[in-house]
Nanobody, 121 residues
Framework: QVQLVESGGGLVQAGDSLTLSCAASGSIFSIAIMGWYRQAPGKQRELVASMTSGGSRNYLDSVKGRFTISRDNAKNTVYLQMNSLKPEDTAVYYC???????????????WGQGTRVTVSS
């Protein structure tokens, strides 16, 4: 199995910064995609940012220029640097990993337990 451990959430004021991290461990051969999603109360979960093993990044329009996703492939860890936080960024942030457990096996996706980010105005 694969385990994801997230950290870095908290309560901050508008304009502050936070960095989330998510470390994947367990039976991992390769990780294709690492990403961050968020879900605000009463809303659907949405993709915030993702990054492929080749380095391609994808961002939600509302966070472009403020958030930066990065990954350390040696540590199977993905980061989300969040700057200029706004109250509308308040949500539970979830890490998702798409990986293979063997060289010829299928890809699986795994989710972290979520970390709460609250931005006060």
């Amino acid at each position: 199995q694969v385990q994801l451990v997230e950290s870095g959430g908290g309560l901050v004021q508008a304009g502050d910064s936070l960095t989330l991290s998510c470390a994947a461990s367990g039976s991992i051969f390769s990780i294709a995609i690492m990403g961050w999603y968020r879900q605000a109360p009463g809303k659907q979960r949405e993709l915030v940012a993702s990054m492929t093993s080749g380095g391609s990044r994808n961002y939600l329009d509302s966070v472009k220029g403020r958030f930066t996703i990065s990954r350390d492939n040696a540590k199977n860890t993905v980061y989300l640097q969040m700057n200029s936080l706004k109250p509308e960024d308040t949500a539970v942030y979830y890490c998702k990993v798409v990986c293979r457990r063997t060289s010829l096996g299928p890809e699986y996706q795994y989710w972290g337990q979520g970390t709460r980010v609250t931005v006060s105005s």
